[in-house]
Structure formats: structure tokens, C-alpha cells
């Protein structure tokens, strides 16, 4: 199935324009339910209700309102279209970044860009430029009404768009109700927590990451369908404080789980036990 561009529009970057289109560089795996009443299943449908006359409201009749904190302000679709500027199906990249410079937590969702009619040649151009110098663009564009800030950097072989949290979007981890330690973690455990961090130490394999909550629910809805009986999840336990014997004890875990693999015989041993 051959993916559908969302977005039709041209990039630019100092006097240079190319003609791109954007397309979804992910897909909601998400689980969808409806609403039913609990005795028949009867599905439900909600309504919009006018909360001063009960009654129904079309959809045609819709608008936007801001709450100003002493009023409402009713904008018009015609008025926030407006917003949107005069140069609406521009990517404009205003400078380029290293990109290890760039918090992740600023990266919000992320795009494909593909070149069209014309604009193969600058698009690879560009593309390589980025991959050689190891930076990213930074810009902003217009995307379902709202003006989106952008970074442009190279996804799986082709340009990726992302778009980026604005700085007064992010809430400072000093904002944040925490508990202070009584006191200072000591040598000994930070020493075993590195040990521990090490020992678990890997390289990043996203296949390996399912999302078992959804397969869980899958596997639930397979078993109603059955007619299975569904038992509850058992409580977990709670953990105890102590965390040096945490740390020991996934230590000793960790140390046991690799001996074992060791032991495993290997391809070369069954060979050499069968031969």
C-alpha cells in the first residue's frame, strides 16, 4: 500500500525552494473501543449540547472561543484561517544546528518529507548535505491551523521533518512536587548502581519493545469470545526499602543470568558432541 502525502507544499532554505510533500512517519497502534451501555451493549452517541438552552447544536454552527479569564472571545474559522499568514504552504529553515545539541525532549512528532515534480535533485542535494555535516534545520511552518516549529534532519534514508516543542512549552523539572533524600546517596551504591547500569548495558533494538498491553487486551478479547473464564491479575508485591540489597540482589541476578547463557552449548558443541 503506497503511503498518501498529507501536506503539499515547497521547503526553503536561503534562496533555495524545493517542492516536497509530507507524509506520516508513524502509525497509531492503538486500541479503539466503543462506548456501550454495560446491560445490553447498546452503543452510545454523544450529542453537543448548548449548556444554557439543552438544546442541540449542528456542527456547521461551531466556532472557536477563548476564554480571556473576564469574558470569551469568539474567533471565526474565516479569522484563524487568517492567522495561518500569508505563505501557508511554506517549510521555511531558518538555521542549522548540530544536532546532538538538541534536547530530545524538544522532538515532538515526526514526518517523511519526499520530493515532487522537480525537486529531486536539490532535495538529494540537500539530504547528503545533512548527512555529511552532521546538522540539523531548524524552522516553521503551517500545518492543520497552527504554526508548528520544525527540525529538518535525515530519517532512515530520506528527509524527516519532526515537530519541536516551543521552550515555553516545557515544564522545569524545579516546578515538580519531589521528596528530597534524607540524605546523600554514599559511594557504595552509587558504585553498584554504575555496576548494574553496566551490566545491563546494550544496543538499542526497537523490535525488540512490543507493546504488551495491547496484546494483553487482545488476548482477553480473544478469551471473551471463547466463552473462557478470565482470572484476576494477581497483586504485586510490595518492595522492601532496603536499596543496597536491591542492588546486590540484581547484581547476583544478572551475574547468574550470564552464566547461564555461557553454559548453553553453542552450535560448535552440539557439532562436536554428535560427531
Not at 469568539?74 to 538538541?102: N, Q, S
Not at 469470545?225 to 526499602?241: M, N, Q, T, Y
Amino acid at each position: 500500500m503506497v503511503a498518501r502525502s498529507i501536506w503539499n507544499g515547497t521547503l526553503t532554505f536561503g534562496t533555495v525552494a524545493i517542492p516536497v510533500k509530507l507524509f506520516s512517519a508513524t502509525e497509531s497502534r492503538g486500541l479503539s473501543f466503543r462506548e456501550v451501555r454495560a446491560s445490553d451493549g447498546a452503543r452510545i452517541q454523544h450529542k453537543r449540547i448548548g449548556v444554557e438552552s439543552g438544546e442541540e447544536v449542528a456542527f456547521k454552527e461551531l466556532e472557536k472561543a477563548y476564554d480571556t479569564g473576564t469574558g470569551q472571545v469568539i474567533l471565526t474559522k474565516e479569522e484563524l484561517a487568517a492567522a495561518e499568514g500569508p505563505r501557508p504552504k511554506l517549510i521555511e529553515i531558518e538555521h542549522f544546528v548540530r544536532g546532538e545539541l538538541i534536547d530530545p525532549v524538544f522532538y515532538d512528532k515526526p514526518y517523511h518529507l519526499g520530493a515532487r515534480d522537480g525537486g529531486a535533485h536539490a532535495y538529494r542535494v540537500l539530504l547528503d548535505a545533512l548527512e555529511r555535516s552532521g546538522r540539523v534545520g531548524i524552522g516553521r511552518f503551517v500545518l492543520r491551523s497552527r504554526e508548528q516549529l520544525v527540525a529538518l534532519r535525515p530519517l532512515h534514508g530520506a528527509l524527516g521533518l519532526q515537530t519541536m516543542r516551543f521552550a515555553d512549552e516545557l515544564v522545569p523539572a524545579s516546578e515538580m512536587e519531589r521528596r528530597e533524600p534524607a540524605k546523600d546517596p554514599s559511594d557504595r551504591e552509587v558504585r553498584m548502581a554504575g555496576k548494574l547500569v553496566a551490566m545491563l548495558a546494550d544496543e538499542w533494538q526497537p523490535e525488540e519493545h512490543r507493546d504488551t498491553y495491547r496484546e494483553a487486551v487482545m488476548d482477553l478479547i480473544a478469551a471473551k469470545r471463547e466463552g473462557r473464564e478470565i482470572a484476576p491479575a494477581p497483586r504485586e508485591e510490595e518492595g522492601d526499602d532496603d536499596l543496597l540489597a536491591a542492588l546486590e540482589a540484581s547484581l547476583d541476578g544478572g551475574k547468574e543470568s550470564r552464566k547461564g547463557r555461557k553454559a548453553m552449548p553453542g552450535k560448535g558443541d552440539r557439532k562436536a558432541k554428535g560427531s
